[in-house]
């Protein structure tokens, strides 16, 4: 089992910035990929962006590209989301997940096993 605390979101003006952080506990962080996903009112939930065991490669959606970094510290068994720029279209609950199955499909999230509670981002106009 893997235990997913999201924290880090609030309301922020378009333009601004905000950074999510996913704290883990449980088996061991360093084995699992991580991922965070997004879902907001009346919407399916959406692949945001993904990251390695090793923090070396990491995926973003086209619509974050650029704007978003995500990032880990397996020291702290914890997973960043960095947001700028952020703009109406952003808001969202925000889930950070762990990844248990390996079939390539990095941005399904029916590849992550366990979540988190999710955090409440809102970017106002």
């Known amino acids: 089992q893997v235990q997913l605390v999201e924290s880090g979101g609030g309301l922020v003006q378009a333009g601004g910035s905000l950074r999510l952080s996913c704290a883990a506990s449980?088996?061991?962080?360093?084995?699992?990929?991580m991922g965070w996903f997004r879902q907001a009112p009346g919407k399916e939930r959406e692949f945001v962006a993904a990251?390695?065991?090793?923090?070396?490669?990491?995926y973003y959606a086209d619509s974050v590209k650029g704007r978003f970094t995500i990032s880990r510290d397996n020291a702290k068994n914890t997973v960043y989301l960095q947001m700028i720029s952020l703009n109406p279209e952003d808001t969202a609950v925000y889930y950070c997940?762990?990844?248990?199955?390996?079939?390539?499909?990095?941005?399904?999230?029916?590849?992550?096993?366990?979540w988190g509670q999710g955090t409440q981002v809102t970017v106002s106009s």
């Open positions: 449980g088996r061991t962080f360093n084995n699992y990929a």
């Open positions: 997940a762990a990844r248990t199955t390996y079939s390539g499909r990095y941005y399904s999230y029916s590849e992550y096993g366990y």
């Open positions: 990251i390695t065991t090793s923090g070396l490669s990491t």
